[in-house]
């Protein structure tokens, strides 16, 4: 996850930022809907700005329902969340002007929450080189979003074939440890030591969807 997706401050700011982008049609929303999703008549470009509203309020309302992380990277627990947080980072990781600062050394973040939620929204508008094409910010996270919101992987067909154990075998379990933190690292490092000879992952991680 990049660090900037990963900094809850930001996530609530930025998730409170995109609401009001998209509580009004602005004729500015609008073009960006049209862009992003290529949405023509007037009811299609409202339904997509009624969604993308309900979603993100529900991304800012979850996000201010967990209590601040001690971890560098925030890993919500919350699905929604998870998919926001990955959107950005794809978007934050193809954009050569937001990579500049380094993964662990995201100034811009810290400088934007510092100069309040203007400048957070107006950070959206601003254009932005994503991968040689020039949009705003704001079309580019909701081509991510739309992207990222459906896209699942699925479950393997059929059932898994037993599998025989010895007297000796030793098994790591693991869950709840796919942020990608120290914490998550100091996880794995744990397990690497042991060396066990199977490992389970239980599960219970943040829902990105993304490989």
């Known amino acids: 996850m990049n660090a900037a997706a990963g900094h809850q401050e930001f996530i609530k700011a930025s998730s409170a930022q995109l609401v009001e982008h998209f509580r009004q049609a602005t004729p500015e929303v609008k073009a960006t809907i049209t862009a992003a999703t290529g949405a023509r008549t007037d009811a299609e470009i409202e339904q997509h700005r009624t969604q993308l509203l309900a979603d993100f309020t529900n991304v800012r309302d979850r996000a201010h329902e967990e209590t601040p992380q001690l971890y560098v990277h925030y890993a919500s627990r919350f699905e929604v969340v998870g998919l926001y947080q990955s959107?950005?980072?794809?978007?934050?990781?193809?954009?050569?002007?937001?990579?500049?600062?380094?993964?662990?050394?995201?100034?811009?973040?810290?400088?934007?929450?510092?100069?309040?939620?203007?400048?957070?929204?107006?950070?959206?508008?601003?254009?932005?080189?994503?991968?040689?094409?020039?949009?705003?910010?704001?079309?580019?996270?909701?081509?991510?979003?739309?992207?990222?919101?459906?896209?699942?992987?699925?479950?393997?067909?059929?059932?898994?074939?037993?599998?025989?154990?010895?007297?000796?075998?030793?098994?790591?379990?693991?869950?709840?440890?796919?942020?990608?933190?120290?914490?998550?690292?100091?996880?794995?490092?744990?397990?690497?030591?042991?060396?066990?000879?199977?490992?389970?992952?239980?599960?219970?991680?943040?829902?990105?969807?993304?490989?």
Not at 87 to 98: E, M, Q, W
């Open 87 to 211: 959107a950005l980072s794809k978007v934050f990781n193809n954009i050569p002007g937001l990579q500049g600062y380094g993964n662990r050394n995201p100034i811009w973040v810290t400088t934007l929450l510092e100069q309040g939620a203007f400048k957070l929204k107006s950070f959206f508008l601003e254009i932005h080189n994503l991968r040689g094409t020039k949009k705003p910010l704001l079309q580019a996270v909701i081509e991510a979003w739309k992207e990222m919101k459906f896209t699942r992987a699925s479950y393997p067909p059929g059932v898994p074939a037993s599998l025989p154990l010895d007297e000796t075998c030793t098994i790591a379990l693991l869950a709840d440890w796919g942020g990608d933190n120290p914490a998550a690292k100091d996880v794995a490092e744990i397990v690497r030591r042991a060396q066990p000879k199977i490992a389970i992952h239980l599960g219970d991680i943040y829902y990105g969807g993304v490989k």
